[in-house]
């Protein structure tokens, strides 16, 4: 393991480093990650942009979708990170896994509504987001990809905000800008050499969120953070078979975890 990446090495980075060099390392890391989702705005905005301004109007439409799409996952990151910041501090590392895998867990299964609640009023969720009769089927055709991807979006948004909450800013914004750049690439080569127009900002943009998300949660399957995400851990009677108890999931962490984030929620949404 290289070094800083242990527990009890990371637990000192966190706990003893001067506050103004930890912001420092922190934050500039943190703040990169943030440019990199305008970075995907702005691509497809670019390449959409010589298509027609029908087309230039249905990206805009379905950042709206994505932005909602963001904000439950950075709801269910900030509010199980704040949890699993403290955990770590009292050095409680299996507390902070449940944490960890409940949020992951729900958020996946939140995302996986959003698509289906997407798909299923697709027409009049455009309508209400501000597509007009000639931007609506650009915008439906670029919303089913961000729909399809939706779950994994929402798993993205919070493997990101718990490793910064573990320290690890520098791979979450990895993680970003490597998403990033896939999706600049995927939008010159799907919409300027193949021609699929706005499905392939569709395609592009869906792409790279998804890819992001594989390399974000990959860490906390390789023992590269403190917290895990482990099955076992969200369900209570699988994680102590000693312990009957009278609820499968410990609702009061998954309180926890809603009450905490959801300031996050309203401010992303």
């Known amino acids: 393991m290289r070094t800083g990446d242990s527990p009890e090495e990371r637990y000192r980075m966190m706990t003893e480093t001067p506050t103004g060099t930890l912001v420092l390392k922190l ?28 087309q230039s109007g249905a990206v805009g439409v379905v950042f709206a979708l994505m932005a909602i799409i963001q904000a439950f996952g950075f709801m269910f990151g900030h509010g199980a990170g704040s949890n699993i910041g403290r955990l770590l501090g009292a050095h409680n590392t299996d507390r902070a896994t449940s944490f960890a895998s409940t949020s992951v867990f729900f958020g996946l299964i939140c995302g996986v509504l959003i698509t289906v609640l997407g798909f299923s009023f697709m027409d009049p969720m455009m309508n209400l987001l501000g597509s007009t009769p000639t931007i609506h089927p650009y915008a439906k055709e670029y919303a089913f990809y961000i729909l399809l991807a939706a779950p994994l979006m929402v798993l993205g948004c919070i493997t990101n905000n718990i490793l910064r909450y573990e320290g690890k800013a520098a791979f979450a914004m990895i993680g970003l800008v490597s998403g990033g750049v896939l999706n600049i690439f995927g939008d010159y080569y799907l919409i300027k050499i193949l021609g699929l127009g706005v499905a392939g900002a569709g395609i592009a943009t869906a792409v790279s969120q998804c ?9 906390f399957f390789t023992g590269k953070t403190q917290s895990r995400i482990s099955f076992k851990s969200i369900f209570r009677d699988l994680e102590h078979p000693e312990i009957r108890h009278p609820a499968l999931f410990d609702w009061a962490m998954v309180g926890s975890i809603i009450a905490i984030g959801m300031p996050s929620l309203m401010r992303q949404g």
Request: without cysteine.
């Open 27 to 54: 934050g500039l890391p943190t703040t990169v990650s943030v440019l990199v989702t305008t970075i995907y705005n702005m691509a497809d905005t670019y390449f959409v942009s010589s298509l027609g301004t029908s």
């Open 211 to 219: 890819v992001a998300a594989a390399i974000l949660i990959v860490p």
